[in-house]
């Protein structure tokens, strides 16, 4: 069961809260430095700390709780502050302070709401100054057309920022969105090689033993005994490999993953067994400095050698395969020999052994190449670049280790 971490109290309390405690705790605050301070608040006299006050504090607590549910509402409120602060005498630059905090709204609506609601809140400014100024004009009231005109330019600013921001976040999440989508794909892809290289190996493995097994079941019972106690080893051995690759898989996030040696040019040894119970004869070779390899490479490495050696039982139809691992001072060279079929031993389009090769040694920059040889038979050469110990090699999100429980 997943559970949801409680917000911070700035969050669980709605802002008109906070912002209404702000203008009680100045309001309380002026009690005790002013004598009279509830008369003064309400019998306006024209002082900006009086009456004015009590609208912007009305306005803005209003505002506040209004923003996030009723963000059409807020700018109206907003701008009914305006035209109330227009009627008060010797205090001029309040109505200016109430229509700012109408074009904050705008921004804000721009911002978070769709399209036609943004419109609408963009529209109600321009709205009430046209409406002003030809009310003023009709009834003969001084009006500056160039005080309208820099509110309305104001306004426009407002929904510009707000469509800027606006644009910078729906770039952001399509970035992340993209990002998300590279690395399922990733994930999903490297699950795929590693299932694929587990799985083919072990079953083209079984299917040949199984098949061994029936032809001399009534001739030869010690081979054929011979032939179910590899097809016994080798599916529990299968068996084990799914079991810590699924149990992996269903760690959750922040528990610990036990990690298991991941198999290396190590298992080679056990590989030539199997291969050899299977019917095919594997020459292993090793030459250079043996020594230890940063996880990926050796990983990738046995990987393309135990795909490689599939292949050669499935399908050349040779009882032969060479393999000769080549340790270098700064690379390592793979590479897997037959003398079967050449390119009929592996038809293209049949499955994903060699573009998992390929993508295997991609990940790790190093070069692959595979094709039937001229004398015949097929090839399979991959060359890896070795990182020296005290540089911090690039691990790549695909060529990740097996572990389990």
């Avoid at 510009?160 to 921001?165: A, F, M, Q, S």
């Avoid at 590279?182 to 699950?191: D, F, S």
């Avoid at 700064?330 to 079929?341: I, K, M, N």
């Amino acid at each position: 069961m997943i559970i949801e971490p409680r917000p911070p109290l700035l969050r669980r309390l709605p802002a008109g809260v906070w912002v209404g405690a702000f203008w009680t705790t100045v309001v309380v605050f002026r009690f005790f430095t002013r004598a009279d301070e509830k008369r003064l608040l309400f019998d306006y006299h024209g002082n900006v700390e009086d009456m004015p006050l009590v609208v912007t504090a009305v306005v803005t607590t209003l505002v506040a709780f209004l923003l996030v549910r009723l963000p059409l509402a807020a700018v109206a409120v907003a701008l009914a502050g305006g035209v109330y602060a227009l009627g008060m005498w010797g205090v001029p630059e309040t109505a200016p302070v109430q229509f700012l905090i109408a074009e904050a709204v705008v921004a804000y609506c721009v911002v978070t709401r769709s399209r036609p609601v943004s419109t609408i809140a963009t529209a109600m400014p321009l709205a009430l100054l046209a409406g002003l100024f030809c009310w003023g004009a009709v009834n003969g009231y001084p009006v500056n057309p160039y005080a309208y005109a820099g509110l309305a330019a104001t306004v426009l600013i407002a929904w510009l920022i707000g469509n800027t921001v606006r644009q910078s976040r729906t770039h952001a999440e399509a970035l992340r969105g993209r990002a998300a989508e590279q690395a399922v794909t990733a994930e999903r892809l490297r699950i795929a090689r590693e299932l694929h290289d587990m799985v083919a190996h072990s079953i083209g493995i079984i299917a040949i033993q199984a098949g061994m097994g029936s032809r001399v079941m009534d001739t030869q019972p010690a081979e054929t005994r011979k032939a179910l106690d590899a097809i016994e080893a080798t599916s529990r051995e299968t068996l084990a490999g799914l079991r810590r690759m699924l149990g992996a898989l269903r760690q959750g996030e922040g528990e610990s993953v036990p990690l298991e040696v991941a198999p290396g040019l190590d298992e080679l040894d056990r590989l030539v067994e199997k291969t050899a119970g299977a019917g095919v004869r594997v020459a292993l070779t090793r030459s250079g400095e043996v020594r230890a390899l940063p996880p990926e490479v050796d990983l990738a490495a046995f990987r393309i050698v135990q795909e490689a050696v599939t292949n050669v039982v499935k399908h050349s139809g040779t009882r032969d395969c060479h393999v000769t691992v080549e340790y270098g001072a700064e690379q390592l060279a793979v590479t897997v020999v037959d003398l079967g079929a050449g390119a009929s031993a592996h038809p293209a389009g049949t499955g994903y052994g060699l573009a998992g090769m390929r993508e295997r040694v991609a990940l790790l920059h190093g070069e692959f190449d595979a094709g039937p040889r001229r004398g015949g038979g097929f090839r399979v050469a991959a060359r890896l670049p070795v990182p020296h110990p005290a540089e911090a090699p690039e691990k790549p999100e695909t060529a990740a280790l097996e572990v389990g429980p």
